[in-house]
C-alpha cells in the first residue's frame, strides 16, 4: 500500500506560479512512476503530467508544456508539480498518482494504482 499527500495548491492570479508536492508513505516512492491529474468542474479527469520511477523520463499534455515541470526527489519520497504562467483554465482539483515502475509513463491513467486525495488550485483572472 502506498499513501499519498498533496499539499501546494491555493489561489493565484493568472500569470503566477504554484508549486504542488506529492509525499508518499508506506512505500518507497522509487517503485513507482508518478503522475499529476487535474479535474476541473464539471469535466473528466485529465493527466497532466508523468514521471518515471528514476526521473529519467517525463510526458506532459500539449496545454501545459512549457509551463510546467514534474520532478521528484526520491531521498524524500516526494513528487513535486511546478505550475508556472498559470491560466484560468489550469483551474481544477489536482490529484498525484503512483502506477508500478514496470508501466509505461504514457499509459498512467489506466496503470495508476494509487491516488492522493487531492488538492485545489484556482487561478484568478
Known amino acids: 500500500q502506498v499513501q499519498l499527500v498533496e499539499s501546494g495548491g491555493g489561489l493565484v492570479q493568472a500569470g503566477g506560479s504554484l508549486t504542488l508536492s506529492c509525499t508518499a508513505s508506506g512505500r518507497i516512492i522509487s517503485s513507482y512512476n508518478l503522475g499529476w491529474f487535474r479535474q476541473a468542474p464539471g469535466k473528466g479527469r485529465e493527466v497532466v503530467a508523468a514521471i518515471n520511477w528514476s526521473g529519467g523520463s517525463t510526458v506532459y499534455v500539449d496545454s501545459v508544456k512549457g509551463r510546467f515541470t514534474i520532478s521528484r526527489d526520491n531521498a524524500k519520497n516526494t513528487g513535486y508539480l511546478q505550475m508556472n504562467s498559470l491560466k484560468p483554465e489550469d483551474t481544477a482539483v489536482y490529484f498525484c498518482?503512483?502506477?508500478?515502475?514496470?508501466?509505461?509513463?504514457?499509459?498512467?491513467?489506466?496503470?495508476?494504482?494509487?491516488w492522493g486525495q487531492g488538492t485545489q488550485v484556482t487561478v484568478s483572472s
Open positions: 498518482a503512483a502506477a508500478p515502475r514496470e508501466t509505461a509513463i504514457e499509459g498512467m491513467a489506466a496503470a495508476a494504482a494509487y
